[in-house]
T-cell receptor, first 115, second 111 residues
Framework: EADIYQTPRYLVIGTGKKITLECSQTMGHDKMYWYQQDPGMELHLIHY???????EKGDLSSESTVSRIRTEHFPLTLESARPSHTSQYLCASRPLWDSNTGELFFGEGSRLTVL | AQTVTQSQPEMSVQEAETVTLSCTYD???????LFWYKQPPSRQMILVIR??????QNATENRFSVNFQKAAKSFSLKISDSQLGDAAMYFCAYTGNQFYFGTGTSLTVIP
């Protein structure tokens, strides 16, 4: 079982609230990712990081932001949540040296519902 | 651009039978990796099997095997002797510099 953890697992909040989804991994991986996953849809990359102080936007436009101050920690923040942000958010990581060949390790996901 | 297509949104199989999940991809790269991931309900996505494009031999992991047709850009997953625990969403994925996922196939195992 991969050592990558996401909290909270489930969150229901009202519109306009600020939320932070936490993601931590204990494997020392340099590359970390955030995916958005809707039912019956593929995973959409919204943010990624290649290491400390490195953050990039993914293919899917997102109003969220991320930070990477420590290798093991990659939180995602929504400043003002809206119903359109309702989705499952998956965090993943893989080592830099294995970046094009290695598997992604996933957290259990954070399911967000915005009312 | 790389794309991954899974044309079967849902599949079902009788316990102990064999099922094949389809996946096609598009790429202009010659060296890449392909994966099948399994996502059980409310649980972590985990790797099922990996195939290196430069290897002609199809990957096998216990009851899971792939049929990799590089020229046809096809990468199907065969599950033999299906078990109840195989019920999950299965995602085909391609990786070069980034990961690209298909839309998934929901597999139901009928007792």
């Amino acid at each position: 079982e991969a050592d990558i953890y996401q909290t909270p697992r489930y969150l229901v909040i009202g519109t306009g609230k600020k939320i932070t989804l936490e993601c931590s991994q204990t494997m020392g991986h340099d590359k970390m990712y955030w995916y958005q996953q809707d039912p019956g849809m593929e995973l959409h990359l919204i943010h990624y990081s290649y290491g400390v102080n490195s953050t990039e936007k993914g293919d899917l436009s997102s109003e969220s932001t991320v930070s990477r101050i420590r290798t093991e920690h990659f939180p995602l923040t929504l400043e003002s949540a809206r119903p359109s942000h309702t989705s499952q958010y998956l965090c993943a990581s893989r080592p830099l040296w294995d970046s094009n060949t290695g598997e992604l390790f996933f957290g259990e996901g954070s399911r967000l519902t915005v009312l | 651009a790389q794309t991954v297509t899974q044309s079967q949104p849902e599949m079902s199989v009788q316990e102990a039978e064999t099922v094949t999940l389809s996946c096609t991809y598009d790429t202009s790269e010659s060296d890449y990796y392909l994966f099948w991931y399994k996502q059980p309900p409310s649980r972590q996505m985990i790797l099922v099997i990996r195939q290196e494009a430069y290897k002609q031999q199809n990957a096998t992991e216990n009851r899971f095997s792939v049929n990799f047709q590089k020229a046809a850009k096809s990468f199907s997953l065969k599950i033999s002797d299906s078990q109840l625990g195989d019920a999950a969403m299965y995602f085909c994925a391609y990786t070069g510099n980034q990961f690209y996922f298909g839309t998934g196939t929901s597999l139901t195992v009928i007792p």
